[in-house]
Nanobody, 114 residues
Framework: VQLQASGGGLVQAGGSLRLSCAASRNILTLSVVGWYRQAPGKQREWVADISRSSGTNYADSVKGRFTISRDIAENTVYLQMDSLKPEDTAVYYC?????????WGQGTQVTVSS
């Protein structure tokens, strides 16, 4: 599956952004779709994911501020990011798992200014 991430940008602390991850196939064929992020000089870290059955999981660092959702008709998974902090600055990637196949989208830069 091909993934297209978009929606990043520059925002002030406390602001919001919504990231989109558009898939090239029906997202119900995917076991899970997740968002990861990588800050400069740091390892890529998991942020949130949503399963085929619509179960959601969040990293502690974003719980209560970020919301992952999906639009099945649009084959798109969203990451609504509220109350953004400077430490949320990173390149955000979406990832999809289908059986044993893992696919990554290109990153989208999120920069939060203080």
């Amino acid at each position: 599956v091909q993934l297209q991430a978009s929606g990043g940008g520059l925002v002030q602390a406390g602001g919001s952004l919504r990231l989109s991850c558009a898939a090239s196939r029906n997202i119900l064929t995917l076991s899970v779709v997740g968002w990861y992020r990588q800050a400069p000089g740091k390892q890529r870290e998991w942020v949130a994911d949503i399963s085929r059955s619509s179960g959601t999981n969040y990293a502690d660092s974003v719980k209560g501020r970020f919301t992952i959702s999906r639009d099945i008709a649009e084959n798109t998974v969203y990451l609504q990011m509220d109350s953004l902090k400077p430490e949320d600055t990173a390149v955000y990637y979406c990832k999809a798992v289908r059986s044993t196949v893992v696919s990554w989208g290109q990153g989208t830069q999120v920069t939060v200014s203080s």
